[in-house]
């Protein structure tokens, strides 16, 4: 019965033994498994509305390019009077249906031919002062209506004022424009320009088609 006991004994003794080794085998495999990762929950109408909307926004735009390249023009610039944004020889897309839903606006860059000579070449100012208000510059900063302008682009100084040294009241369908590169710039400061009438504004400046580097919509 000793004997038998003994046996019994040393068989449990060897079967804890070879649990525990296999337990700590295991605890070392799983150690090594790389652990679960979290589950990410996607919300499926999120993501198809995120879609539509993208996709609606860049039909919008290839609507507008499409319309404007058909019905637009392609112009070429002369000069550097609105260096940065437009510099000599520019190929630049004109939008000349924008301006049939809606009027001009300060900041605008425009492109006219002034007092309407169809036989100039094409003028690409923007747009300072808007119908019926009154210009001028003093001290080399622009006044509209007796308040200094606050310009978000970038301009060189002004060094002439022209004609709008002394006050320039606009007409109803009157605007008056500058070049950003204000001393390379024959404007609405010269007489021989003067303030731009609605009919001789030709379209928007809209899009550099060339060149390559400066491919992108005018700011």
């Given at each position: 019965m000793r004997r038998r006991s003994?046996?019994?004994?040393?068989?449990?003794?060897?079967?804890?033994?070879?649990?525990?080794?296999?337990?700590?085998?295991?605890?070392?495999?799983?150690?090594?498994?790389?652990?679960?990762?979290?589950?990410?929950?996607?919300?499926?109408?999120?993501?198809?509305?995120?879609?539509?909307?993208?996709?609606?926004?860049?039909?919008?735009?290839l609507v507008a390019f499409v319309a404007v390249w058909y019905w637009g023009q392609l112009v070429s610039t002369v000069g550097d009077s609105m260096s940065p944004v437009l510099k000599n020889a520019?190929?630049?897309?004109?939008?000349?249906?924008?301006?049939?839903?809606?009027?001009?606006?300060?900041?605008?860059?425009?492109?006219?031919?002034?007092?309407?000579?169809?036989?100039?070449?094409?003028?690409?100012?923007?747009?300072?002062?808007?119908?019926?208000?009154?210009?001028?510059?003093?001290?080399?900063?622009?006044?509209?209506?007796?308040?200094k302008l606050k310009e978000d682009y970038e301009t060189t100084k002004i060094n002439t004022a022209g004609i709008a040294g002394e006050k320039l009241k606009l007409g109803g369908d009157e605007y008056f424009v500058m070049g950003d590169n204000r001393e390379n710039s024959e404007d609405s400061r010269s007489a021989d320009i003067g303030a731009v009438k609605r009919s001789y504004i030709y379209g928007k400046a809209w899009f550099v088609i060339s060149p390559k580097k400066d491919f992108g919509f005018v700011k």
């Open positions: 003994n046996l019994d004994f040393e068989r449990r003794r060897k079967s804890r033994r070879s649990n525990y080794r296999r337990r700590q085998a295991k605890k070392k495999v799983l150690g090594k498994l790389p652990k679960p990762k979290k589950k990410i929950y996607l919300n499926l109408e999120k993501i198809v509305a995120v879609i539509s909307w993208i996709f609606k926004i860049a039909v919008t735009c520019d190929k630049v897309l004109v939008n000349r249906i924008v301006y049939n839903a809606s009027s001009p606006k300060r900041g605008d860059i425009i492109v006219f031919k002034p007092k309407g000579n169809e036989s100039s070449h094409y003028y690409a100012k923007r747009i300072v002062g808007l119908p019926g208000e009154t210009i001028q510059i003093l001290e080399n900063q622009i006044y509209i209506d007796g308040k």
